[in-house]
């Protein structure tokens, strides 16, 4: 479903800021893989995300999606193929809009526009099924702003946004980072529901080591812009904080000192 091979980025090369983030990753993702992936601040984490979804260019390799090679397509271009849900809650839905315009423009997504822009009563009954499935009693409040929820619901809503016309490939960058431990835990907890029921291919970044060992059929982490470790099956299921940190060390050679990472 998704292939990353041998990609590298740098950024500011030539000059005495130059930074190789990328430096040859590769990453094989079939599908309904829900991967999460743990490691320190610059080891190339949301670099490598981004490089999925197309914000910048890579210098080297290739990102294949579903067979098609997205390698030099815009971010634009690969819109279509990629649901996003960012770490900060006040990106990707638009504050000034209701909530359900805001799910119509989700669903619309990748669409030829056309002057029929009106929401259907069909469409309105499957949008308030769809949030009510939340738990958070945004069916009642399709006519609501969206800057005037929280952000746990505002992070909820996008989630259902991006997932609302399957995509090929979902991206979780940090999406829980900013939100209390309470709301955190519901916002994975909807994550796992979607991502399982729909058979979504997914990709989670966290900087909590307990979250990424019990989210998702597969972990990864990296360091330096490699993958360092690839655990799956039964020995990510049996795995703990400490068996993951013993393992960074064997296969760094080094401590993991990132002051960001939440051991549990």
Do not use: C
Request: aromatic share 4%; net charge positive; glycine share 10%.
């Amino acid at each position: 479903m998704l292939k990353i091979d041998s990609v590298f980025k740098t950024f500011n090369p030539g000059t005495i800021n130059e930074n190789r983030v990328l430096n040859g990753i590769s990453l094989h993702l079939e599908e309904g893989d829900f991967v999460t992936v743990i490691g320190g601040n610059g080891a190339g984490k949301s670099t490598m995300l981004n490089s999925v979804a197309g914000v910048f260019p890579v210098d080297f390799g290739t990102i294949t999606i579903d067979g098609k090679d997205v390698t030099k397509l815009s971010e634009y271009k690969r819109a279509s193929l990629i649901g996003r849900v960012f770490q900060d809650p006040m990106t990707g839905t638009a504050a000034s809009m209701n909530i359900e315009d805001n799910l119509a423009l989700a669903f619309r997504r990748g669409r030829k526009r056309t002057l029929r822009w009106g929401i259907t009563a069909k469409e309105r009954k499957e949008y308030r099924a769809l949030l009510a499935s939340l738990g958070l009693g945004l069916e009642t409040r399709l006519s609501d702003k969206v800057g005037l929820l929280s952000g746990g619901q505002r992070q909820a809503l996008t989630l259902l946004m991006a997932t609302l016309v399957k995509p090929k490939i979902l991206l979780l960058d940090e999406h829980t980072a900013a939100l209390d431990p309470k709301t955190a835990a519901k916002v994975l907890e909807i994550s796992d529901r979607i991502i399982k029921q729909d058979n979504l291919t997914a990709i989670m970044v966290t900087h909590n080591m307990r979250d990424a060992i019990a989210h998702g059929n597969r972990l990864i982490m990296m360091n330096k812009g490699q993958i360092i470790l690839d655990i799956k099956g039964e020995e990510k299921n049996s795995l703990t904080v400490e068996q993951l940190l013993g393992k960074f060390a064997e296969a760094a050679g080094e401590e993991f000192t990132s002051d960001s990472a939440i051991l549990g």
